[in-house]
Structures are given as structure tokens and as C-alpha cells.
């Protein structure tokens, strides 16, 4: 049998379990390794649509922009959050993991399926994109290699909440769980949803590509699909919250501004995100336009409202703590004397901003019957799930591991200066990238294009100029970012591989209760903070403003598309 051992970290306080630290190093260093490939597809996707550039040909830019998609969307995040589930239940609840041995076999599942649906791609007969929508065929393997990821990752979310009961019986806590672990249940509640609607509908795509059934409906499979895709999505925004406020109890000791309110956030995550999967459909016959409207228009308002209230109670408490430290003078001293030099924390911040305006505001534009008409399958649709899926989830996740650095890989980080910059490069170069983006779709430039041009296609479309001019800067912010993103992998790869090793602190053989004075006792306790946060809501007002604003001028357009007056 192997031993147990707790290892507590003498920069953090927190507590590693041995098993559990090494499932969570190898989970996040695959999940950088999928960024990497990602990535460097990413200059191919980029590079193609850009228009004077346009390097790939055809057949080349779809299987690029698939494995791009995949490694990206599945890969990268899912390895990440395996990471981060053995984080919030093991490391937090200060308690050992669950059936190591079972968590090893769905890291193997998950390793294998994640490379035979690469290597299924690479072969160039999967093409399919991301969503893979029958008709369309790929090889086998790749939706094999989809179904044994998804299952490892299944079996992941049954080790975490197997923790948590252990966690519970050997009384590691005292009280409720903290809310970084009560956000990742949530999570993880919603993964299992997910991965069975994933199954439901690739288990039998998977029976027609190797012919033991002969079709599978197009519309049925889009509707099963989006309640796979979607809720896939509110497993990230649940996961990235989570790392919200577990930066803001780290970086600043800030407790929740209302436990109750932020649970009944999450709650509200749980109990619409089903409903809100139907604003993929919106374009979609078969459905009636009332079905469309009540759950896009107003069962998606809840889940939307979940995020806003996160948004402004995470900031609201970091002011608060800010102000009890005496950053008292005028609305936003507290946010100046932010650590703007820790990436760990410049990250969350230009996280939390461009997932709100950018990510949020052209969603619930995006979401609404109407409005979806006008962007409907456009590069806008890009635009928009690049704010949610880059600047939201994947710039949180880098800057949780800016903090696990030292704390879980014990290594000083190679070049504080560079990861300083990192974030703001990153972050602010794909707040552009959206950005244009979405003005390119809103001129109708359509999604997955290889040739924006259409050039020799029998009936030719004259574009705005603006349209060549602003995907010309779709190229030059892609390769920013890009370029960010390699800061990432440098740094984070070279300082495991050359970083000073640290001192990894105590070892013993009995876990520990957490001890009241440690710096990240915050994110592993139960309280509130109370709710005096003039600054925070100053800013709540402007995102309001914008909101409102941007929704109307889309009616406007939508108006001037169709000259009937
Ligand atoms: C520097 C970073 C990145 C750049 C420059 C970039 C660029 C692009 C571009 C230009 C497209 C193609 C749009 C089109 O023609 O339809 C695309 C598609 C996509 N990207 Fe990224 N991307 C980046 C990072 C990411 C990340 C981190 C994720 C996920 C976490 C992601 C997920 C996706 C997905 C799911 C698609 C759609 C694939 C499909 O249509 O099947 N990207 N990306
Ligand atoms: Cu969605």
C-alpha cells in the first residue's frame, strides 16, 4: 500500500496530500501541453483568415481549426479543471483523495482518448470541427477517443466528490464547505449532466461511423449535442468563478460579500443551464418560436444573472477588504493599490472585466431570438465565445497557475518580470481579437470561412471594406495573443523544468486542521463580509449602461437589415 502524506506549504499554508498533488501536477502539466498544440494551430487558423495572408489551403484550415477546437476547448480546460476539482476538494478540505488508484485510470482515459482523437484528426478524415454534426463523418476513432475522455473525465468527478465524503467523515472542516469547494461542486454536478448528454448522442454517431446503424437525425443531434456543448460551458464559468474567488480570498483575504447569495448563485447555474442550451438552436426549424423565446429570452436571464451576481460580489469584497485595510479615500483607492504587478492577480482582474463586457454583453445580445438573426453563424459567434472561453476561463486558469507555481510545483518562477507583462499582453490583445471580431461578424463575415473572398464561387458578394481591414486585425491581434500564450508556456514549463526548487515544507503523516492565521485561510472558511462597496457598484453601473446601450443599437440594426418601410 502506498503511504499517505500531507506535505504543508510553508508560502501558503495549504496542505498537500501526496497522491492528490501528484494527480494534480500531472493534470495541469497535460493541460499545458493541449494549450501548447492548440496554440501553434492557432497561428495556422489565424494566419488563413487573415485576408492578405490566407496561408492554408482548404482541406488543411478545417483540420487545423478542428484540432485547434478540440485541444483547446476539451482538452486544455478539462485536463486543467481535473486539476483543479483534486485542488478544491483534497488541497482545500485539507483531507486525503479518494481512490487514487481509480483517479490514475481517468487520467489514463483521458490521455488516451485525448490522442487517439488527435491522431484521428491529423489523419485528415475528421475534419469535422468541434461540434462534429452529422451528417458529416469523421473516423471512429475520433469520436472513440472523445467517449473514453469523457468517460475518465466522468470517473474524475466521482473522485472529487468521493473526497468530499471523505473529507466529511474525517471531519477535516468545520461547518459548510468553503465556497471555492462549493463552486466546484457545482461544477462537477453539472459535468455529470454534461457528460451524459455527450454520450447520449456520440455513443450512437459513434454506432453509425462504424455502421452498425444507419442514421442518426441532424436536428435531433444538434439538440442533444448543445445540451452537451452548452452545460459543457457552465462547468467552465462554474470553474473559473470558483478561481475568482479563490484569488480574491488569496490575494486579498476577501471574504464573500454574502455566502448566501453567492451559493444561491451558483444554485441558479445548476437549475437553468439546461434551458439556456436552446440559444445554439435559435436558428434551428423543428423548434417552435415560443419554445425559442421563453428559454433563451427568459430562462437563460437567470443563469446570466447568476454570473452578474458573481461579478459584482467578488469585486464588492475585494473592496471591502481593500477598504478594511484602509484604502478608504474617494471610490477607487482600493483598486489602485491592487497588486497590478502580480499576474496572479492582474489576470483574474482583466479576467473578470472582459468576461463581463466582452463575453456577457454580446451573449445575452447574441441569445436573443431576434437579434441572433443578424450574426447568426458569423465570425461575431467566434468573437464572442473567444471573450468566454479565452479571456474568461483560460486567462483565470493561467492565473491560478501563477499562484500553484510556487505553492504546488515548488519552483520559483524563471522571469517575474515577463510574467508580470504576460496577463496584459494576453489579456488585452484578446479583448481586441473579440472585439473585431465581433465588428467583422456584424458586417456579416461568416464563421469557418476559409476564403472570405469566395473566390471563384459562382455568385460573388461585394464586402464593406471594413470587413478585409477588420480581419486583417482579427490576424494581427491573433498573433499577439498568440504570442502571450507563449509567454505562458515558457514561463510555466521553464519553471518547473529550471525554476530554483523551494522548499517544500513539512511533511507528516496526519492531516492538519487549517490554522485560522494562514494567508489562504480565507478561501478555505464559511463568512460573510457584508455589502459597502460604493466603488464596486459605480462600476456595476457602468457595465448596466453598456449593457443597455449595445442591446438597443443591435434593434436599431436589426432594423436597417431588412428595408421594409
Ligand atoms: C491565442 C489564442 C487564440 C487565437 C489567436 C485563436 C484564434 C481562433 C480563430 C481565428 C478561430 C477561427 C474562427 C473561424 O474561422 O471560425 C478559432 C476557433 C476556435 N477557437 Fe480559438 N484561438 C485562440 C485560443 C483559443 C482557446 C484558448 C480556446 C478554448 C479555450 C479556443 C477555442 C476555439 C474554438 C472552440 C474554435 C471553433 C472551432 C470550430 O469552429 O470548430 N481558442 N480560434
Ligand atoms: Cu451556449
Excluded at 234 to 256: C, D, E, L, R, T
Aim: charged content about 10%; proline content about 4%; aromatic content about 14%.
Amino acid at each position: 500500500m502506498t503511504t499517505t502524506t500531507y506535505r504543508t506549504c510553508p508560502r501558503s499554508g495549504l496542505q498537500f496530500e501526496s497522491q492528490a498533488e501528484k494527480l494534480m501536477i500531472v493534470n495541469a502539466v497535460t493541460a499545458v501541453v493541449a494549450l501548447l498544440v492548440g496554440g501553434i494551430l492557432a497561428i495556422g487558423v489565424v494566419l488563413t483568415r487573415w485576408p492578405t495572408i490566407h496561408w492554408l489551403a482548404a482541406d488543411t484550415f478545417y483540420m487545423v481549426l478542428t484540432a485547434h477546437g478540440i485541444d483547446m476547448l476539451i482538452f486544455w480546460i478539462i485536463f486543467f479543471e481535473m486539476a483543479v476539482l483534486y485542488f478544491c476538494s483534497s488541497t482545500l478540505l485539507r483531507c486525503r483523495i479518494a481512490t487514487p488508484k481509480v483517479a490514475w485510470v481517468a487520467f489514463v482515459l483521458m490521455l488516451v482518448g485525448a490522442i487517439m482523437n488527435n491522431v484521428a484528426v491529423f489523419q485528415g478524415s475528421s475534419s469535422v470541427m468541434m461540434t462534429s454534426y452529422v451528417p458529416m463523418m469523421a473516423d471512429p476513432t475520433f469520436y472513440l477517443g472523445l467517449i473514453l475522455f469523457a468517460v475518465g473525465a466522468l470517473i474524475g468527478c466521482f473522485v472529487f466528490f468521493g473526497t468530499l465524503v471523505i473529507a466529511k467523515r474525517e471531519k477535516t472542516y468545520q461547518g459548510s464547505v468553503p465556497l471555492v469547494t462549493f463552486g466546484a461542486i457545482t461544477a462537477a454536478i453539472i459535468a455529470v449532466f454534461t457528460i451524459a448528454s455527450g454520450a447520449i448522442i456520440l455513443i450512437p454517431t459513434f454506432l453509425l461511423s462504424v455502421g452498425v446503424i444507419s442514421s442518426v437525425d441532424p436536428l435531433i443531434y444538434r439538440t442533444i449535442w448543445w445540451a452537451f456543448g452548452h452545460s459543457s460551458q457552465q462547468i467552465n464559468v462554474a470553474a473559473h468563478i470558483s478561481i475568482w474567488y479563490a484569488v480574491a480570498a488569496i490575494a486579498f483575504g476577501a471574504k464573500p460579500m454574502s455566502e448566501r447569495v453567492s451559493r444561491g448563485a451558483f444554485l441558479l447555474y445548476i437549475l437553468f443551464l439546461q434551458l439556456a442550451s436552446a440559444h445554439h438552436l435559435l436558428a434551428d426549424p423543428g423548434v417552435s418560436t415560443a419554445w425559442k423565446v421563453v428559454n433563451t429570452s427568459y430562462f437563460m436571464y437567470f443563469a446570466v444573472l447568476a454570473s452578474m451576481i458573481h461579478g459584482l460580489t467578488i469585486p464588492g469584497a475585494i473592496e471591502v477588504a481593500q477598504r478594511a485595510k484602509g484604502y478608504n479615500n474617494g471610490l477607487f483607492e482600493w483598486l489602485r493599490k491592487a497588486p497590478w504587478g502580480n499576474p496572479v492577480w492582474s489576470g483574474v482582474f482583466i479576467s473578470i472585466i472582459g468576461f463581463g463586457f466582452l463575453g456577457g454583453i454580446s451573449g445575452v445580445m447574441m441569445g436573443t431570438e431576434q437579434l441572433n438573426m443578424i450574426i447568426h453563424n458569423t465570425i461575431y459567434v467566434p468573437g464572442h465565445f473567444h471573450a468566454t472561453v479565452v479571456v474568461g476561463t483560460t486567462l483565470s486558469f493561467m492565473a491560478l497557475t501563477y499562484f500553484l507555481i510556487p505553492v504546488l510545483f515548488r519552483r520559483e518562477m524563471i522571469n517575474p518580470g515577463l510574467a508580470k507583462l504576460q496577463p496584459y499582453l494576453f489579456g488585452f490583445s484578446m479583448y481586441f481579437f473579440c472585439l473585431v471580431m465581433m465588428g467583422a461578424g456584424t458586417l456579416g463575415v461568416s464563421r469557418r470561412h476559409w476564403d472570405m473572398a469566395f473566390n471563384g464561387a459562382p455568385m460573388a458578394y461585394e464586402w464593406p471594406g471594413a470587413a478585409y481591414l477588420l480581419m486583417g486585425l482579427v490576424g494581427i491581434a491573433g498573433i499577439a495573443a498568440i504570442v502571450g500564450g507563449a509567454i505562458y508556456i515558457y514561463i510555466t514549463v521553464g519553471s518547473l523544468l529550471w525554476g530554483k526548487k523551494l522548499n517544500g515544507g513539512s511533511v507528516s503523516a496526519n492531516f492538519t486542521p487549517i490554522p485560522p492565521t494562514a494567508p489562504t485561510a480565507a478561501a478555505q472558511s464559511y463568512g460573510s463580509a457584508g455589502f459597502a462597496a460604493p466603488g464596486t457598484f459605480v462600476l456595476a453601473m457602468v457595465f448596466l449602461v453598456s449593457f443597455v446601450l449595445y442591446y438597443f443599437i443591435n434593434w436599431k440594426y436589426l432594423s436597417q437589415v431588412w428595408g421594409l418601410s
